[in-house]
């Protein structure tokens, strides 16, 4: 599986929705995802990737990680794992 | 009804070792945050918190205290007996088998649980010590404070997260009041400044990495504390009668549950615990003169606290002060209420308001008089004390000057 279809899948298991329901112009909000289920996702992706997302849920602006919607955080999460060593 | 008064407190923490100490360290606006030390401390990602300094338990307790006392029960028998000590109170007779302790605390023996998991998963050792049970239980300051101080009347620990101790102090204040108890120990310990302790937290990535700055614009988060507050709560007519030095009076308590969100504060649940302290209290809004805020320094609590107390206090919100001092001495979690409530005892016998430390940006969200960054000298008839725990469940104690 490419890293948009794993990112996708943690994405739509979160929302409770299938994978072919979440777009890259999909936003958290459109799916219906709060802030306890964005800390969710971010740790789940995490684990998948084996990597550190910065993120900081009092200032989810300020971070480095863009989380506008689904195209941002698989570009974001693409960069992390090319990133790793 | 029984009036009741405060004749006593103690305190260990981030800012000192004993209550002058706090106070001096609250009034200069200093801060006990700083590196974090202990075992395994590079694998975190939060590395600061407000960790008591200094405090050796070898010396102070023997080695069979040692044996049964977590870091949190330590912390509680120290300000325990400075509370005592400076009340003056002794418990024999009638008064001893009718006072108790009610204490707070959100995790209890945290770095027990932490260093005997670390012994059996990570050092793949099979055996524990035997008290391991009895050091780490919740009950277990509470327990030691009644064995220490003979207090045979009803003794128990409260866990409400970050309200435990504001929860304890409204609960040992319902016995006095209503003549169930002629006195009580009361207040809340905390010590989750280890390993799992502080790795849990990171989880929910609320916690700053460099400081705590409540009420500000750039606020990022919260930061850990540890330490205890224990006061001696005392029916008014018997502390007069034995010539207690009375710190101040305790004159209402409101508790209140969200019932919305595991984590996220709201505005009606805070309100109606403030409100509901002041009428419980008799006090009209445009008295109280301060109020210790939650002010966890997180983006959701700071601006909630705020418009709750602008819904209660309507235009008067302009004219009190709220500061909140977990920019100084961090989040003691269930200790926290019983370490602020200290911030409210000086504002209302010294005349000096706790600064809001770490202050730099102002936020229109939070646009009260948040006593940024240096002590104020002020004349404060009535404070409040606020705490809003995780679980939506908020407890606000009420005290006036005697």
Sequence with gaps: ?85 | MKRVVITGAGTINSLGHSVPDTFEAMREGRCGISELEFRDVERLSIQIGGQVRGFEAEGRFNRQQMSLYDRFTQFTLTAAKEAIDQSGIEFHGELAARSGVVLGTAGGGVSTWDDNYRSVYEDGKNRVHPFVVPKLMNNAAASHVSMEHNLKGPSFTVSTACASSNHAMALAFQMVRSGAAPAMLTGGSESMLCFGGVKAWEGLRVMSKDACRPFSANRNGMVQGEGAGIFVFEEYDRARARGADILCEVVGFAMSSDATDIVMPSKQGAARAMSGALADARLDADQVGYINAHGTGTAANDKTECAAVADVFGPHADDLMISSTKSMHGHLIGGTGAVELLACIMALRDGVIAPTIGYEEPDPECALDVVPNDAREAKVAVALSNAFAFGGLNAVLALKKV
Aim: hydrophobic share 45%; net charge negative; proline share 5%.
């Design chain 1, 1 to 85: 599986m490419s890293i948009t279809d794993r990112v996708i899948a943690i994405i739509a298991e979160q929302a409770v929705l299938e994978p072919s329901d979440v777009t890259p112009e999909s936003t958290l909000e459109d799916l219906g995802i709060d802030s306890l289920g964005l800390v969710e996702s971010i740790f789940a992706i995490e684990e998948e990737f084996d990597i550190s997302v910065p993120f900081n849920a009092n200032e989810p602006e300020a971070s480095d990680f863009d989380i506008s919607n689904v195209a941002a955080i698989i570009t974001g999460i693409e960069k992390l794992v090319s990133e790793k060593v």
